[in-house]
């Protein structure tokens, strides 16, 4: 009883849409868009750091998926498994738009050591329009989140965000835990730098 | 006491990833280093405001985007009855499975020739065999720019009145390759092509395939030819096909004295008699490719050697280094067509060689290299 009602209330598993998707029910497939929807969408622009392309990605994620959902025999989370065609997308994006001078990159001000080219930011990202209508804390964590490399803004958001465990994101990223580890914890740290110093330029405090 | 690692359990406390007694070691550190523990605060403030301000919403109309793009698009045209089906084996599995390396010469104004061949990428590697197909493909832009190319071919008036004489033509994959990749021994098994039925997404796809076959097409085809769907696909201007690995089964690894051998490859490869093509006849063959890194260099001078440029990779291998079993990727070298056979002899120094070819007037044509790593070896 009590696994039906959870199943009222958080709607089929990911293997019951995968199955019925099997089965030719697109129902099941939307259901797995809508759900996954946000999750992809966020890793994206997070990665590329600019709206309407990760919009872009997004879609092409899900289009990849529809392709090769068949394929997926549940041996691993169907998560982890979109968040490794988001990271490849991604990856493939940002060097494709690296190839063709897209998405230059150029180091931030200020900062003052040259041997962190990790800390650098892309000359289009969201922009100040598009973070308009965002509150004052989302505006400061994303940008915080841009000054990080992709890598470590992937980690952070599948850890704080997403709540994926270390193993989970040592799969999706190909890591080992230990990697992931200690890799989260530099990208906190230095997140965790950024906002004060942002904070404190802002007169937040 | 600060230890080495100490700053990590700062994290692995945050995340409740330490063990009870190392979480209660670090707990008491925290109340007598006060350095410490502002450390941990900041980290802890760090992680609430991304959880809080982290999180990204896609625009209200993405689902509705998606399927209508889905729909419209990604689904073969003038198949109604898409949905009612099961889906069976994926067709792509069958297409990379069984032709692992296809070649796409693409020269403006000249026509397309579309090449089956095979291609083994024996992988020297310690970690695991990836337990789903390994995610891959991106958007057809990212893969060069032959969409744009094949449109242009596609109007041609003179190709369009060629289409219909090469009806008969289909980019087609032998049974003995697919039976050969299938007997390797890595555990991987290649699934059986689906019933091409009536009606079927097969049908279409391979009708595709047929239409889109190029004017300078030589191929003879197989008996019963395995339909190139990637390259049906690729003509939609959409996605590559998703990596479609092979199911793995867990049958024990090949040992290691037992590499699959190109010579293997060359003695099953059907012969094409009565092909015109300006090159011989061969087969595709790559051998011990370690890492994408590998590959993407081995490419890059294959590509210099011609006076080519490996243009985009899909990098759709893996991510990170290594290559498994059953991953597959797409890579492109643009080459001066003057250049072809230059190529064609860098390629089989490296111990591939072409299966098939057409020939090619002038321009830049751009060579895909789709690869499928069929042997994962310890």
């Known amino acids: 009883m009590l696994l039906m009602l959870l199943a009222m209330v958080s709607g089929p598993s990911d293997s019951e849409l995968v199955r019925r998707f099997k089965g030719g029910d697109r129902r099941a497939y939307e259901e797995i868009v809508r759900r996954y929807q946000h999750r992809v969408f966020t890793m994206c622009l997070r990665w590329l750091r600019h709206e309407a392309i990760a919009e872009e990605v997004a879609q092409d994620v899900f289009f990849a998926l529809f392709r090769s959902l068949a394929d997926f025999r549940g041996e691993s989370q169907l998560s982890t498994w979109i968040y490794r065609v988001v990271i490849n997308h991604c990856k493939n994006k940002k060097m494709y738009r690296f190839r063709r001078s897209e998405d230059r990159h150029e180091p931030l001000e200020g900062l003052g050591r040259d041997d962190e080219p990790q800390r650098q930011i892309a000359s289009e990202g969201p922009g100040t329009d598009a973070l308009l209508h965002k509150s004052e804390a989302e505006v400061l964590v994303q940008r915080a989140l841009e000054r990080l490399d992709e890598e470590q803004r992937a980690i952070i958001v599948m850890r704080d965000v997403e709540d994926l465990s270390y193993e989970e994101i040592g799969e999706i990223l190909e890591l080992p835990r230990g990697t992931v580890k200690s890799r989260l914890h530099r990208a906190r740290a230095e997140l965790a730098l950024i906002l004060s110093e942002n904070l404190v330029a802002q007169d937040v405090f | ?378």
């Open chain 2, 1 to 378: 006491m600060e230890t080495p690692d100490s700053n990590e359990r700062l994290s692995a406390l945050l995340d409740n990833e330490l063990s009870d007694a190392e979480r209660r070691a670090l707990e008491k550190e925290l109340e007598s280093d006060s350095a410490l523990r502002a450390e941990f605060e900041a980290l802890r403030g760090a992680r609430e405001m991304v959880r809080a301000h982290g999180r990204s919403y896609a625009p209200a109309d993405f689902v509705e985007k998606v399927m209508s793009k889905v729909e419209n698009e990604v689904i073969p045209a003038n198949n109604s009855n898409f949905w009612r089906r099961p889906f069976g084996v994926p067709i792509e599995a069958v297409a990379v499975a069984a032709a692992a390396l296809m070649v796409v010469f693409g020269s403006l104004g000249t026509g397309v020739v579309l090449v089956g061949g095979q291609q083994a990428v024996e992988a020297v590697m310690d970690a695991e065999a990836p337990s789903e197909p390994a995610p891959m493909a991106t958007s057809p832009e990212e893969r060069g720019a032959e969409p744009p190319e094949l449109e242009v071919l596609a109007a041609d008036p003179q190709v369009q009145a060629e289409k219909s004489s090469n009806a008969d033509k289909k980019v087609s994959f032998s049974e003995p390759m697919k039976d050969e990749i299938a007997s390797t021994g890595s555990g991987l098994a290649i699934p059986a092509a689906p019933a091409n039925a009536p009606g079927d997404r097969l049908e279409d796809e391979t009708k595709e395939v047929q239409l889109l076959s190029p004017a300078t097409e030589t191929v003879k085809s197989d008996p019963a030819p395995p339909p190139d769907t990637s390259r049906a696909y690729e003509e939609r201007d959409d996605v590559i096909p998703e990596a479609t690995k092979p199911s793995k089964t867990k049958s024990p690894p090949e040992p290691k004295s037992a590499p699959r051998a190109s010579a293997d490859h060359t003695e099953s490869a059907p012969a094409s008699a009565g092909s015109k093509n300006s090159w011989p006849e061969s087969q595709w063959t790559y051998r011990l490719v370690t890492t994408n890194a590998a590959i993407l260099g081995d490419l890059n001078g294959i590509a210099k050697k011609s006076g080519g440029v490996l243009r985009d990779s899909a990098l759709n291998v893996v991510q990170g280094g290594s290559v498994q079993a059953g991953d597959t990727g797409t890579y492109y070298i643009e080459v001066d067509a003057k250049r072809l056979k230059d190529l064609d002899r860098s390629l089989k120094a490296f111990g591939a060689t072409v299966n098939t070819s057409g020939s090619t007037e002038s321009g830049n044509v751009l060579v895909r290299i789709s690869i499928l790593v069929i042997l994962q070896q310890k």
